[in-house]
């Protein structure tokens, strides 16, 4: 197995030298050839050698105590000996040096130590098999004149720091020997580039053969192989000072070295003490994707497929006939340029190596969002991702210029998100549907941290983010006792048979489908007692382990407000998951209030109604549901209307039972949609109880306004809604802002009112809006209100940059009956 480092010693000393040998060539000492020194554990020796069928003799290093010696680092690899006639010497100026001939006065070698030791100086084998160059008295590594691994050749050791130091620019490369015999210096190098994000580089002769990937937190992006185990652990330090990588052995009694093989292959072996031989344990290059750039710019490549080479989604081949010849070098240019205007968005690839990363830039504080929000900014910045995907992700990368030697995983890849042209992401989302795309729109945010609903309740409820004390009711606190009493009672999980349900939706048929959510289509159903349910079909791509799914629904069922929509039961039938709903035959308020015919339907009244329902609807997930809820995606068209147009939060807890799913693909959850996200979620990723609150003002002034937020425009400023909103207020005109329709039927002070309380809503502070229970108050009484400040996303230059990154998220507009999401579809 590990022939090629096999070595056949010449010497094969005498016992007794072996048995008694030091470990330290004392000052102005020597070992000849036939001496050694032996680390004190016995684990290596450093001496003369000459390889397998070669008679020039080397200063080296080998495994004393196993494999026959397996050489891992030799002094003089360029400057063999022709005899036996060396010394290996510290010098007078305290540098170890290798000499040879009659009368030892030809210096064949010499450690390159730079600093001369003010006292004397000892050389020392150490049973990390690093020979070191240390002043006498002092063993501390920090003081070592010069050391064996900070000059490797073909081996990198446990313990070794393999990388570069910033400080002193001393690189740390591997080269590989000639041939098995020869251990001069041969073609291939793999080494530390500390441009851009540090990466590994293979080369041959000087050209790139394959590399590492940037660290990624976990491993090397593309070194998927790469994991914990239980033989060595390893570490990544990227410091200001150094960036290397590391590893140490798990059991000193089971060796690994790594060891760039004279065919440029990178190799861990690890020692079998029964066969007495070198395992071969992994190797960094694994197949033919693994071959720098083969795909060309903008190509990635899938070991999968046939041919290998695809082009990024929105990309073409450059020179079609060549790449059909299988000449993917060029790679591919894009279908649609970019022109750094406004609609460009972010096309996200899960499960890929990220591209070479020389040209980029990275932030390793940054969250995702703000890492997107820069990117967009800069109309240099072509492809941006999470730097460390450790957790829930954090710091920031960003590519510029062409995207290099990608490929897709099946497992163990990463996200990154291409730029791309606003028609471009417009022709894909209207195709996506057809193929199973593994890539997602992501527009403006992803929120990485879509916990589990579960989950944040539980960190909401430590950290009592939810306030609401000022107004706190007595009966609501026993309200609130009581419905903690109850929560150990086991809920009964309503469990609707398959059957049931595929009768009640004619076998889910296309004229039972009322729209597509976020995490599969939804169905109308009529029961045998012609209850008529809505039906939620989970795509099989979210689906969730089935105690999750079941802890899910109870958590959802508990939920029980006249303002939200009722979870009625669920349905489990082998893969199939299913959440039945009641039934809401009006559909979403968007469709109305936005509808020039239907929203004459609202009068005054109904929309007064409306408000209030969703108010306290919300302060009900907020304050007095028993779990504390922040929806986070407050819009109209999450507000459905039952029969006798009573409104209903939906889409309420629904984030938990597809999360962690968002690597997965061809679901995209995208809480929040701009327009209606509060400054700091959108921004900085902040949500608490005032984030909704932000959503709520923005829903009111639409519903009064008749206008959406986002696509509102006024000939005489570039403010959005909210900005227009709060300068009829100051100038006393918000009688203005009412929708023409309502004016007849509606009783002004009431309406200017909710005017004002959604102001206050939608102010940019979030200490400064109020809570839900201050805004049900405000709705419902005479109680005098403080002048809203400026709101959130007022003036226009903020709107446009919302805008122009926000372009994707129309695609869900208008699905009836849930969107909280963008998806794949
Ligand atoms: C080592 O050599 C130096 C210079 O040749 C000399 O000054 C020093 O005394 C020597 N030390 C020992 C311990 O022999
Ligand atoms: C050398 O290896 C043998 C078994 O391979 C073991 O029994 C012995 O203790 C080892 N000696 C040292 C000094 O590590
Ligand atoms: C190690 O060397 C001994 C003596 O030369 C030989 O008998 C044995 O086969 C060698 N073992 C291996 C694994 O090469
Ligand atoms: C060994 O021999 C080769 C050629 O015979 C010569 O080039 C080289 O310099 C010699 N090395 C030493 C250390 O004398
Ligand atoms: C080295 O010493 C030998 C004899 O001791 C002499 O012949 C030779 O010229 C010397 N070489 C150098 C480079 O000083
Ligand atoms: C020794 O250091 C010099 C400069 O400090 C450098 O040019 C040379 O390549 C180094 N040699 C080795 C073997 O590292
Ligand atoms: C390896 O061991 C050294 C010394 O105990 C320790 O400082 C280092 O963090 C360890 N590295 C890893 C990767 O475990
Ligand atoms: C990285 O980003 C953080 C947060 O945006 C910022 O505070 C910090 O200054 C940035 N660091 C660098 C080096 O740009
Ligand atoms: C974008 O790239 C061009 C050309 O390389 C450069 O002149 C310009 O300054 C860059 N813009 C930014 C914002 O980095």
């Known amino acids: 197995m590990a022939s090629t480092n096999l070595v056949f010693f010449s010497i094969f000393c005498s016992l007794s030298v072996a048995l008694s040998a030091p470990d330290t060539i004392q000052e102005n000492g020597s070992i000849r050839d036939g001496e050694t020194i032996v680390s004190s554990e016995g684990k290596f ?16 290093i080998w495994y004393k105590n196993i494999s026959n010696g397996t050489v891992v680092w030799i002094a003089n690899r360029d400057a063999p000996l022709n005899d036996t006639s060396g010394v290996l010497q510290i010098d007078g ?38 020979l070191v160059l240390r002043p006498k008295d002092d063993t501390d590594p920090g003081s070592y004149l010069w050391q064996s691994f900070d000059y490797p050749g073909d081996t990198f050791l446990p313990g070794m720091k393999y990388g570069i130091n910033l400080v002193t620019g001393l690189n740390r490369p591997l080269t590989s020997w000639r041939t098995p015999d020869d251990p001069s210096m041969g073609h291939y190098k793999n080494e530390m580039d500390p441009n851009g994000v540090p990466q590994f580089f293979l080369t041959r002769d000087s050209v790139i053969q394959f590399r590492s990937g940037p660290w990624n937190g976990l491993r090397f992006s593309g070194m998927p192989n790469l994991k914990p185990n239980p033989i060595y652990t390893f570490q990544f330090v990227f410091s200001s000072e150094e960036v290397y990588y590391t590893y140490n052995l798990t059991d000193s009694s089971v060796p690994t070295r790594m060891v760039l093989n004279t065919n440029g292959v990178l190799q861990r072996f690890t020692w079998i003490e029964h066969t007495q031989g070198w395992n071969l344990y992994l190797t960094a290059q694994m197949d033919n994707c693994d071959r720098y750039a083969l795909c060309g710019p903008h190509g990635s490549c899938d070991i999968n497929n046939s041919p290998a080479c695809g082009c990024l989604k929105g990309f073409e081949p450059k020179y079609p006939q060549y790449w059909q010849m299988s000449d993917w070098s060029d790679g591919c240019v894009r279908k649609r340029p970019l022109s750094c205007q ?11 190596k990220l591209p070479d990363t020389r040209q980029s830039w990275y932030n390793k504080t940054m969250n995702l969002e703000e890492c997107q929000r820069v990117c967009l900014k800069n109309c240099n910045c072509t492809a941006f991702a999470n730097m460390d995907i450790s957790g829930e992700g954090s710091g920031c990368i960003h ?17 990154i998100y291409v730029r791309l042209a606003a028609a471009e992401l417009d022709a894909l989302s209207s195709s996506r549907g057809r193929k199973k795309a593994r890539t997602i729109i992501i527009p403006v945010v992803t929120i990485t941290f879509m916990l589990g609903l579960c989950v944040i309740m539980l960190i909401l409820k430590k950290r009592k983010l939810i306030a609401g004390e000022e107004i706190n009711i007595r009966t609501r606190r026993q309200e609130q006792i009581r419905a903690e009493e109850n929560e150990n009672n086991d809920l009964e999980l309503p469990l609707f048979d398959f059957t049931t349900i595929t009768t009640a939706t004619k076998n889910f048929s296309l004229e039972n489908k009322l729209g597509q959510g976020g995490f599969g289509p939804v169905y109308k159903g009529t029961l045998e007692d012609g209850q008529v349910i809505a039906v939620k079909r989970l795509s099989k791509s979210s689906r969730q382990g089935l105690d999750e799914f079941k802890n899910e629904v109870l958590c959802i069922s508990k939920l029980q407000h006249r303002n939200l929509v009722k979870l009625l039961g669920c349905c489990i039938q082998e893969e199939e998951r299913m959440l039945i709903y009641e039934y809401m035959p009006n559909k979403s308020l968007d469709s109305f209030i936005f509808d020039p015919t239907r929203k004459l339907i609202l009068d005054w009244p109904r929309r007064a109604h409306i408000i209030n329902g969703i108010a306290r609807g919300l302060l009900y997930l907020h304050q007095d549901s028993r779990l504390r809820i922040i929806h986070r995606d407050l819009k109209a068209s999450n507000i459905l209307l039952d029969k006798k147009m009573n409104p209903k939060i939906s889409d309420f807890g629904m984030a938990r039972s597809f999360g962690g799913e968002e690597s997965e693909g061809n679901t995209n959850r995208v809480v929040g949609t701009y327009g209606y996200m509060s400054p700091e979620y959108a921004i900085d990723g902040l949500f608490s109880v005032k984030s909704d609150v932000f959503s709520f003002g923005v829903l009111v002034l639409e519903i009064v306004s008749g206008k959406r937020n986002r696509k509102f425009s006024h000939p ?44 206050l809503c939608v102010q940019q502070s979030p200490d400064d809006r109020p809570n ?14 403080p002048l809203p400040k400026e709101p959130g996303f007022f003036s226009g230059r903020d709107l446009s940059d919302m805008e122009s ?4 998220l129309d695609i869900s507009a208008g699905n009836g009956i849930t969107d909280t999401l963008i998806e794949g579809r």
């Not at 062409?402 to 990463?414: A, K, M, S, V």
């Not at 839900?772 to 209100?785: K, R, Y």
């Not at 990154?805 to 994707?808: E, I, R």
Request: aromatic share 8%; with cysteine; hydrophobic share 40%.
């Open 45 to 60: 020796e450093v001496g003369f050698f000459a390889p397998a069928n070669s008679n020039r003799r080397y200063v080296g």
């Open 805 to 808: 990154s926000s372009m994707k």
């Open 772 to 785: 839900m229970a201050t805004v049900v108050l405000m709705l419902s009484s005479e109680i005098p209100l």
């Open 716 to 759: 005489d400023h570039k403010l959005n809604l909210l900005g227009h909103a709060w300068r009829l207020l100051k100038d006393n005109k918000s009688d203005e802002l009412i929708e023409a329709s309502v004016r007849d039927s509606c009783n002004i002070p009431e309406v200017l009112r909710s005017i004002h309380v959604a102001l």
């Open 93 to 130: 100026q305290g540098k170890l040096s290798l000499f040879s001939g009659e009368g030892q006065n030809q210096t064949v070698w010499t450690s390159n130590s730079s600093i001369t030791a003010a006292s004397s100086v000892v050389a020392q084998i150490l049973d990390s098999g690093n």
């Open 342 to 352: 406004e609609g460009e968005g972010f096309l996200m690839y899960s499960g890929m």
């Open 399 to 415: 590519w510029f210029g062409d995207l290099i030697d990608l490929r897709d995983y099946t497992e163990n890849g990463q996200d």
